[in-house]
């Protein structure tokens, strides 16, 4: 005979459960306890997160869409990212809806990633709930299971009797067991907050990055004007606010920290704030006052690293770019991929590293970054070893992916190269870019003169066909230095004139020839003819961008004789189509064919696919100026014509827009437009605003043709503003006189007459003075139609 205990409590809102084999009815109280009306204090100063904290309203109301399941909204992030507050903010929001909580909020901070002596376990979590919930203590058990139940039968009775209860649970441990602290029934809602992913909770997961510069600007002057209600430096200096965010990477721990700061000293202004800042050795020392400190914020989360989590933590804080590829951080490391990627990810689900896309990259918050060096510093991690595995890592990628990128003619994929295709290689080099730049530089600055000058190369071959300039110009520079120091004057040669090509390219002409001018030096007194040769030819460019067209004539030729005493046909085929180019300047067509047919020759015998399709685009302009349009129509489909990716995008851009010069010659307007179109997005896309101008001018002119005055005016107006950035001159001239002719066909005459003085004015001035009298020429004839007087541009006699 079995013996049963039952208990029978009467009042309020009834429930049973079963406990260890024995009955247990309780009645909770009628009205709110006290516990359930204790949520801390929400911020007065909140900013951002609104995306945010609309979902989490939506989640948490009564007639949210899905009610198969219990609502839980779990926020996760950094430690500082404000977790806590937003969490604060929807449970008082939501508390404040009428109807949507009644029975209150149970609320319980688990100190997840705090000490062990301050920590909460599920079970003592539970205990604490159920007290709240109004459980005598007596009729609360022992074990962890037995607690959850009482507490999921509570919540279910006290939302069945209309008295919802809003769960709320703070700094959530890694631990399967808070599963047992989430209620079982679709009316109870739950807010969780954890440094950690809680990805396994099946519940909505919001993960917090760091605030955009309008927000965090705006956390700061709110924290202000809270504690200074009259406070106006935010409002004052926004500038120096905006600095101020970009210095704590938007963390908003670190922001109230500032706040305090300036709080403490009313009258010190945000200028002297950023300038302590920034002129301190380390950030991480200064963003603490008093109790909060965001160095012991990230303290919390990095002693629960396991040894080698903590090793790579560490490490990973050398990755010279604002990010790292697995890759990298696994030659940080000296492991292999596969070890890496797992302990990322285990960082990753600290919030203590980031996962970027495409997967297999990753960044740390830059005061992470801050914390993890300075605990490398204080570790016996073999960080020198590590970054030396990295740069050669880097030049031996780099270099291969430049020679896939860049080889001249469209090789078979294959799975085991590093790089099976072009479009592989451009992924890694663009993905890898900003590392790669700051690694040479780190190397030059370390005195580690032949990695810099090693990694220079590639890299900044890359830079220069993609367009990134200023980071060609600063890795050469770099490159230069240290051949110097390291008295090799051969690299030094080839990469001052690498230097000039840049230098062209940014239309800084003048120190352009200076540095193939250096180059050449060099390479005549090391008497090494195809460093000589190679920077003949590219003076040459520069002298052809000055209008120097006889000196340029005079390089090219130079170039490629001593090309072909250097047995290189592919250099000597190179410097005769340079010279066919500057050749169709000077008006010498039949030459200018003659050298660039010899070249396609001697491109199509040698394999070297780009040159020829590159070459067969100037043979086709050749052919059009002699008035052959349809020949040189087919000149420029064969050019384009090439296997998909051979040609860069920069040097497909430039034939398009070739090619639909010579459709405007035969009259395709529509098909003229389209290549032009796609040119000028490739062109915006890179950067190039020289290019883009050139575009817009053709495509000023296409509109003129089909009789749209004004959406040629337009046209010419953005091409004039994209020639005035590029610093070119002489372009600019030429598109001062095209406006002039549009204007003129829609009857402006005063305008164009106005139009063509500047561009006359502007030719004398480049020493075009073809240019210059056929401007003048028609001012003349404008002046005689509308009957003004003469005026000759200053100098011109």
Not at 663 to 677: H, S
């Amino acid at each position: 005979m079995s013996e049963t205990t039952e208990n029978h409590i009467s009042g309020g809102v009834f429930f049973g459960f079963v406990v260890q084999g024995r009955t247990v009815n309780l009645t909770l109280p009628d009205r709110p306890d006290p516990a359930l009306a204790g949520l801390p204090r929400q911020s007065p100063g909140f900013s951002g997160r609104r995306t945010e904290l609309d979902r989490i309203l939506a989640a948490l109301a009564p007639d949210s869409a899905d009610k198969t399941a219990a609502a839980a909204v779990a926020v996760a992030g950094l430690a500082g990212m404000g977790k806590t507050e937003l969490v604060l903010q929807a449970a008082h929001r939501a508390l404040r809806e009428e109807g949507w909580f009644p029975g209150g909020v149970l609320h319980v901070d688990l100190h997840g990633h705090d000490a062990a002596a301050r920590r909460v376990s599920p079970k003592r979590a539970l205990g604490t709930m159920l007290r709240a919930l109004g459980i005598p203590p007596e009729h609360i058990p022992p074990g962890i299971e037995d607690r959850a139940r009482i507490y999921r039968s509570a919540l279910v009775a006290l939302a069945g009797a209309g008295r919802r209860v809003l769960v709320v649970l703070d700094d959530v441990p890694p631990t399967d067991r808070i599963r047992l602290l989430l209620p079982s029934d679709p009316d109870t809602a739950t807010l969780l907050t954890s440094r950690h992913s809680l990805a396994e909770l099946d519940a909505l997961t919001l993960t917090l990055r760091e605030l955009p510069t309008e927000d965090g600007r705006e956390l700061l002057d709110g924290a202000l004007h809270a504690a200074l209600p009259e406070d106006a430096r935010v409002a004052a200096e926004a500038g120096e606010a905006d600095r101020l965010v970009g210095l704590c990477g938007g963390l908003p721990l670190a922001l109230r920290i500032l706040a305090s700061l300036l709080v403490d000293v009313p009258s010190r202004p945000l200028s002297h704030l950023r300038r302590d800042l920034q002129d301190a050795h380390s950030l991480l020392p200064l963003l603490s006052r008093e109790e909060r400190a965001v160095t012991a914020a990230f303290e919390l989360s990095y002693r629960r690293l396991t040894e080698e989590q903590a090793s790579l933590f560490r490490l990973v804080s050398l990755s010279p770019g604002p990010d790292f590829s697995t890759e990298a951080a696994a030659q940080l490391y000296g492991e292999d991929a596969g070890v890496t990627d797992r302990l990322l990810q285990a960082l990753a689900r600290r919030h203590l590293v980031e996962s970027r896309e495409p997967y297999g990259r990753w960044r740390q918050h830059d005061l992470v970054r801050l914390y993890s060096h300075a605990q490398l510093l204080e570790s016996d991690d073999s960080g020198g070893e590590g970054l030396v595995r990295l740069l050669i890592h880097f030049h031996e990628r780099s270099t291969l992916a430049c020679e896939r990128l860049f080889a001249s003619s469209a090789p078979s994929p294959t799975a085991t190269s590093a790089f099976p295709d072009r479009a592989a290689a451009l992924r890694w080099l663009e993905a890898e870019r900003h590392s790669l730049v700051v690694a040479a530089l780190w190397a030059h600055r370390a005195d580690d003169d032949l990695m810099c000058a090693a990694l220079a190369m590639p890299i900044s071959t890359f830079l220069v066909e993609m367009r990134y300039l200023e980071d060609a110009r600063l890795v050469l520079t770099a490159g230069i230095r240290s051949s110097r120091r390291r008295e090799d004057g051969f690299g030094e040669a080839s990469l001052l004139s690498s230097l000039g090509v840049v230098l062209r390219d940014m239309r800084k002409l003048r120190a352009s020839v200076r540095a193939h001018s250096k180059a050449i030096k060099i390479g005549r007194r090391l008497k090494k003819r195809r460093v000589l040769a190679s920077a003949l030819n590219n003076l040459g460019l520069s002298l052809h961008e000055q209008r120097r067209f006889e000196e340029a004539v005079a390089a090219h030729t130079e170039a490629a004789q001593l090309f072909k005493r250097a047995s290189d046909r592919r250099g000597a085929a190179q410097a005769l189509s340079n010279t066919g180019e500057t050749l169709i300047e000077l008006g010498r067509v039949e030459e200018a064919s003659q050298a660039l047919r010899k070249a396609v020759k001697t491109f199509r015998r040698q394999g070297d696919l780009r040159l020829y399709s590159q070459t067969l685009g100037s043979l086709a302009k050749v052919t059009r100026s002699a008035g052959k349009a349809k020949q040189a129509l087919k000149l420029h489909r064969h050019a384009l014509d090439m296997p998909d990716g051979l040609l860069l995008p920069h040097e497909r851009a430039v034939e398009l827009s070739n090619f639909a010069g010579t459709l405007t010659a035969v009259g395709d307007f529509d098909a003229a437009l389209t290549a032009q179109q796609e040119a000028l997005d490739t062109f915006r896309r890179l950067r190039d605003r020289r290019g883009e101008a050139m575009v817009l001018g053709n495509m000023a002119v296409i509109r003129r043709e089909q009789g749209k005055g004004r959406k040629a005016v337009r046209l010419h107006t953005l091409a004039l503003e994209a020639f005035l950035e590029s610093k070119d001159d002489h372009a600019l001239a030429a598109e001062f006189t095209g406006l002039a002719v549009t204007l003129l066909q829609q009857g402006h005459n005063t305008e164009a007459l106005e139009n063509l003085e500047v561009a006359a004015e502007m030719y004398h001035q480049t020493g075009d003075t073809e240019g210059a009298t056929d401007a003048l020429d028609l001012a003349d004839r404008v002046r005689r139609r509308i009957g003004a007087g003469l005026r000759l541009p200053q100098g011109q006699k």
